[in-house]
């Protein structure tokens, strides 16, 4: 079986800007990855183009459950099976989580059970009274966190992508979302975490740890590797992996 | 059929008794001399009239009345009261015990002393040209009267039909809602598609000390009506006015609105919830008067515009000298939806105490490309994203609209003007 998301030498760019510079990166079902890397190396770039944002041109592979997601548009790459989870939801005014989540159903085309299974996560996840209000409106980091993880619940994905989900969290939070992708790990689904602190892989059993800078996934390896950032620090393992790497600030300036 | 000459006017106002002749006389003298609208003035600014008002015809009886809405009406319950006027004569009226609403022709006759200070108290003849015609050849209307101390549960129903081509359609609302009192009302506006026709439909409502009015204007014209609606409301000492308008139909409709904050402590609340498709111009021309101390106000207006459509807002709050310590506020935002749509947001304040609050905010802006991308990301194509975030626009106005029954009926509505725009346009 292909892996559950195969990425090569994606690149992208916003404008003239070049962001992505050709990453390559592989999450096999059933497997739980993280990516880490400094502000600005290009994480949530790779989350958005990734999922279709229409502002970024790309160029390369993307495969999710063996389909190229590139050139679709972004529902269609939902409906492939990709799931996004926003660093930032979106506050979606006067819709609330139950229609979005009745929407969502629908336009998945799902069966007959997929109420009772949303229903029963949204009381497991303890958001059934945020049903009924408004998408994003007014919840907290946490809550918001929660919602997106519900909604992930409910599309079922093959490639879960959670950018930043721990980011704002406070300790409680963090252990709550991580022992919620704990229990999402499956053989039909691969996770790929994004998260600029190693913080929450103290809950969270990743099975690899990608570190990306300037656009490119410069290592690869076992959780160990978290331990090293932790101690080290993102600077010396980019200096490491590319000691003639410009610094990041003029990939800026030439998109000046 | 009665053109509109001076031998009709005639006939008209002898049907009037004697103290209401004055206004027909001043409307038929300002239809004589008031030149039609004019794209130049403020007033007809974004506006094409194309109405040749003196080519027009009084309807001399009723067409048949059109098929009940009964989604509307099962919406309702059981209204304390219904009333239906077909192009300007006032056919059926059904009422609880107790409930004064009538046909107006009949109560100027039988009661004349309580329709004295209200009956064309409201919109003046020399408002435009319409308004002239109005006060010069309307004949009949409607009369609800809410006596002292009255509260009524239950709203009533008026509907204001026009069916006959190339007529002139002059219905008349009054409304006396006497100290105490409390009421609402439905007033909704009607006319079969295709057929073309001028509708210049008036309402007045005055509201007595501690009293409150709710009104919900559904206007649901035909496509080929033109409609110049004037409506004014007038609140006393701790009155409430609340105006709620839903507005879909015509292929120009307007509503002229006045608010008259008279009495210390009163209030008003307006509300409007409008979707233009095709080439309609929707035109709301709002002014609040704030003429007392402590008098309250808030408009809050939301619309969309599709196809070639246009949508015009210019609200007007005024405050005198007088109205000290009054708070007003006015707020209307617009979602274009098609490159070949347009809406005009025009908020002004003339302020003329200095103890005041006092605010205004207007938006025009096309759907939001992050809620798009957010919505289509859960796997909803762009068609169903667009689709949920115009009816999330809508859902706050609609959530302060007064009668909560007409909630999920107006929201379908409004759905469905949007699932009806073409879609090679929206975007």
């Known amino acids: 079986m292909s892996a559950a998301l195969v990425v090569r030498g994606l ?10 510079k050709g990453v390559d990166l592989e999450v096999p079902y059933g497997e739980v990855h993280a990516l880490m890397g400094p502000n600005g190396s290009g994480k949530s770039t790779l989350c958005h183009v990734l999922m279709g944002q229409p502002e970024y041109t790309a160029s390369g592979s993307a495969l999710v459950g063996g389909t190229e997601v590139l050139g679709l548009p972004v529902d269609a790459r939902a409906r492939a099976g990709l799931f996004l989870g926003f660093q930032y939801p979106v506050e979606v005014p006067g819709v609330t989580l139950r229609e979005l989540l009745e929407e969502m159903g629908q336009a998945a085309g799902a069966g007959a059970g997929y109420w009772s299974t949303v229903e029963a996560a949204a009381e497991r996840m303890a958001l059934a009274p945020f049903l009924g209000r408004p998408v994003n409106e007014g919840l907290s980091g946490g809550e918001k966190k929660r919602s997106e993880m519900l909604q992930l619940l409910a599309l079922r994905p093959r490639v879960a992508v959670l950018d930043e989900i721990d980011s704002g969290l406070d300790i409680d939070a963090v252990r709550e979302v991580a022992a919620a992708v704990e229990a999402m790990r499956s053989p039909d689904l691969g ?14 059993a990743v099975d690899r740890v990608h570190v990306m800078a300037a656009g490119r996934v410069i290592r690869s ?19 490491e992996a590319e000691p003639a790497a410009p610094p990041a600030a003029d990939d800026f300036l030439q998109g000046l | 059929m009665l053109p509109l000459t001076e031998q009709t006017f005639a006939r008209v106002a002898a049907t009037l008794p004697e103290w209401a002749r004055p206004s027909a006389a001043a409307g038929y003298e300002a239809f004589s001399a008031l030149p039609p609208p004019d794209p130049r003035q403020e007033e007809w600014r974004y506006v094409e009239v194309e109405v040749d008002l003196d080519s027009l015809q009084l309807a001399e009886s009723p067409g048949p009345p059109l098929p009940p809405d009964v989604a509307l009406i099962g919406a309702l319950g059981e209204p304390a009261g219904h009333a239906i006027n077909v192009d300007g004569h006032t056919v059926a009226v059904e009422a609880a015990d107790g409930v004064r609403l009538t046909a107006l022709g009949p109560a100027l006759a039988a009661d004349g002393e309580t329709l004295r200070g209200v009956f064309r108290s409201g919109p003046g003849p020399r408002l435009d040209r319409f308004a002239a015609a109005h006060h010069a050849f309307a004949t009949d209307g409607v009369f609800f009267h809410l006596p002292r101390g009255r509260r009524l549960s239950a709203p009533v129903l008026v509907e204001f039909q026009a069916t006959r081509a190339n007529s002139l359609a002059l219905p008349r609302l009054t409304v006396l809602v006497e100290d105490g009192a409390a009421g609402a009302l439905v007033l909704h506006y009607r006319s079969p598609s295709g057929v073309p026709l001028v509708a210049v439909p008036q309402v007045e409502v005055v509201v007595g000390q501690n009293a409150r009015l709710e009104v919900s204007v559904i206007q649901e014209w035909g ?13 006393a000492r701790d009155g409430a006015l609340v105006l ?19 009495g210390p402590g009163a209030d008003a609340q307006v509300l409007g919830a409008y979707f233009g498709h095709r080439r309609q111009t929707l035109d709301y021309r709002y002014y609040m008067l704030h003429r007392a101390r402590h008098t309250t106000s808030n408009m ?34 617009n979602l274009v939806l098609a490159e070949g749509a347009e809406a005009h947001s025009v908020p002004n304040l003339e302020i003329l105490a200095n103890e005041v609050r006092c605010g205004h905010g207007s938006t025009v802006s096309p759907l939001d490309p992050e809620q798009r991308y957010y919505l289509m990301s859960r796997g909803l194509d762009s068609a169903r994203a667009d689709r949920l975030q115009v009816k999330g626009f809508f859902e706050d106005v609609l959530a302060r609209f007064p009668q909560a029954a007409l909630e999920p009926l107006l929201r379908r509505s409004l759905v469905a003007r949007y699932d009806g725009l073409q879609r090679e346009q929206s975007r």
């Open chain 1, 11 to 20: 690149q992208a760019s916003l404008g003239d800007l070049a962001i992505l």
């Open chain 1, 191 to 204: 996770v790929l975490l994004i998260t600029h602190y190693s913080r929450i892989l103290r809950y969270i």
């Open chain 1, 221 to 239: 390896g076992g959780k160990e590797l978290a331990g090293a950032l932790e101690a080290g620090g993102y600077d010396a393992m980019v200096r």
């Open chain 2, 223 to 235: 496509d080929a009506t033109r409609a110049y609606a004037h409506q004014t409301m007038v609140a």
């Open chain 2, 244 to 262: 709620a308008e839903a507005g879909l139909g015509g292929v120009n409709a307007r509503l002229h609105l006045r608010l008259d904050l008279e």
């Open chain 2, 300 to 333: 809050y207006l939301k619309g969309a515009v599709g196809d070639t459509a246009r949508s015009v807002f210019t609200g007007l709050i005024r405050i005198e000298p007088e109205g000290q310590d009054s708070d007003a506020m006015q707020t209307n935002k």
